[in-house]
């Protein structure tokens, strides 16, 4: 069964430090992995994502993050937080190469979410 | 702009009182979805919709029915709410079905049921 894990509930950072949220999946097949952020009382923002290719990811807000297949991690980065950045991530899974018709409805499988805090 | 809209934002009702949640989008999206959001679960999937006419049960779809009669909306309704029922509501919709296709969220119903 395909899965996500963020491990921390919550990330505290001081404003101007690099920022870590950690993410780990299992899928079968490939991978294709999603950010989201979600500000208070407001919808998921799609922040990046991987498909292919180069394993460092650019998005956006400033914020990038890490492919690693030997450790199947989608760790989120950001080499200097803003306070503004404070919000719940959400690391999320889609597919792998399991064909549409054997159960796999398409859907998006999140972690339990990150919240970030970035203190002035 | 591109985007996915839902009403109401903020529901509260009581069990048995049938409700419907809209969904739009201007995307011209093939595939829709409903999830729902409760603490320490993150986002489930409830119901999708792979085009008109075209839905299928999710994870957590006891409880609920969807219809896509348009491409644009997909409804959710909730032909007796109850208590379990309370939670925080996203509908999604991405380009097609394709693995590698972002979904793109709308601003989310948080409905209370007394």
């Known amino acids: 069964a395909q899965s996500v894990a963020q491990p921390e509930d919550q990330v505290n950072v001081a404003e101007g430090n690099p920022l870590t949220v950690k993410c780990t999946y299992s899928?079968?097949?490939?991978?294709?992995l999603f950010w989201y952020v979600q500000y208070p009382n407001r919808g998921l923002q799609f922040l990046l994502k991987y498909i292919t290719g180069d394993n460092l990811v650019k998005g956006s807000y400033g914020f990038e993050a890490e492919f690693n297949k030997s450790q199947t991690s989608f760790h989120l980065k950001k080499p200097s937080a803003l306070v503004s950045d404070s919000a719940l991530y959400f690391c999320?899974?889609?597919?792998?190469?399991?064909?549409f018709g054997s159960g796999n409805t398409g859907k998006l499988i999140f972690g339990q979410g990150t919240t970030l805090q970035v203190k002035p | 702009e591109a985007q996915v809209t839902q009403n109401p934002r903020y529901l509260i009702t009581v069990t048995g009182k049938k409700l419907t949640v809209t969904c739009s989008q201007n995307m011209n999206h093939e595939y829709m979805s409903w999830y729902r959001q409760d603490p320490g679960l993150g986002l489930r999937q409830i119901y999708y919709?792979?085009?008109?006419?075209?839905?299928d049960k999710g994870d957590v779809p006891e409880g609920y029915k969807v219809s896509r009669k348009e491409k644009r909306n997909f409804p959710l309704i909730l032909e007796s709410p109850s208590p379990n029922q309370t939670s925080l509501y996203f509908c999604?919709?991405?380009?097609?079905?394709?693995?590698?296709?972002?979904?793109?969220f709308g601003p989310g119903t948080r409905l209370t049921v007394l």
């Open positions: 919709s792979m085009n008109v006419e075209v839905t």
């Open positions: 899928v079968s097949g490939n991978p294709y």
């Open positions: 999604a919709s991405s380009l097609t079905r394709g693995y590698t296709d972002t979904q793109y």
């Open positions: 999320a899974v889609r597919g792998g190469d399991v064909p």
